[in-house]
T-cell receptor
Framework: DGGITQSPKYLFRKEGQNVTLSCEQN?????MYWYRQDPGQGLRLIYY???????QKGDIAEGYSVSREKKESFPLTVTSAQKNPTAFYLC?????????????FGDGTRLSIL | KQEVTQIPAALSVPEGENLVLNCSFT??????LQWFRQDPGKGLTSLLL?????REQTSGRLNASLDKSSGRSTLYIAASQPGDSATYLC???????????FGTGTSLTVIP
């Protein structure tokens, strides 16, 4: 079955540590996205990528970094500069930006601070 | 900056009732509007996508409408079932600034 796989499901970060969240898709989609979801708030866009080796900042990119070396993969690193990392992180993909095709989401990674 | 608002924040209805969820947005410069369903601790599942040139989309018991000029969309659920219990989110894809904007969702409970 085609879809998006996020791992791990739960992740704990120590103070001063960088952690990387994995997102892999086998839908052959060009566009991929990372969102953060906090209780009582809507999803907020962290980064998105429209094509391999290209990515753009969303509204809340500070303290995060991404790479897009392969079409299938779009890992997100939460750096020590992100002072409030506790949240539910969702990865999504779509055929392309502005393509009027729905976004497909993974099942998320819940990140907590130790 | 685009703002997306969903009313009500929570809704509880008896099984079999028809219901309407509301979504409003402030900037009409959009490619499309999408409705999603989210179950607790899970990702989002796309329900319906309405392109900016369209007025409505239907899938089974779901019907979504879009009035771009007034910045409003509604999701109509017919003959609600307990399995419809979830949080429903709307999102707009802007055609400027390359951004997606989500509402905070409506938490729906259908009582058997």
């Amino acid at each position: 079955d085609g879809g998006i796989t996020q791992s791990p499901k739960y992740l704990f970060r120590k103070e001063g540590q960088n952690v990387t969240l994995s997102c892999e898709q086998n839908l052959n989609h060009d566009a991929m996205y990372w969102y953060r979801q906090d209780p009582g708030q809507g999803l907020r866009l962290i980064y998105y990528s429209q094509i391999v080796n290209d990515f753009q900042k969303g509204d809340i990119a500070e303290g995060y970094s991404v790479s897009r070396e392969k079409k299938e993969s779009f890992p997100l690193t939460v750096t020590s500069a992100q002072k409030n990392p506790t949240a539910f992180y969702l990865c999504a993909s779509s055929i392309r930006r502005g393509g009027n095709q729905p976004q497909h989401f993974g099942d998320g990674t819940r990140l907590s601070i130790l | 900056k685009q703002e997306v608002t969903q009313i009500p924040a929570a809704l509880s209805v008896p099984e079999g009732e028809n219901l309407v969820l509301n979504c409003s947005f402030t900037d009409s410069a959009i490619y499309n509007l999408q409705w999603f369903r989210q179950d607790p601790g899970k990702g989002l599942t796309s329900l319906l996508l309405i392109q900016s040139s369209q007025r409505e989309q239907t899938s089974g018991r779901l019907n979504a409408s879009l009035d771009k000029s007034s910045g409003r969309s509604t999701l109509y659920i017919a003959a609600s079932q307990p399995g419809d219990s979830a949080t429903y989110l709307c999102a707009v894809e802007g055609n400027t600034g390359n951004q997606f904007y989500f509402g905070t969702g409506t938490s729906l409970t259908v009582i058997p």
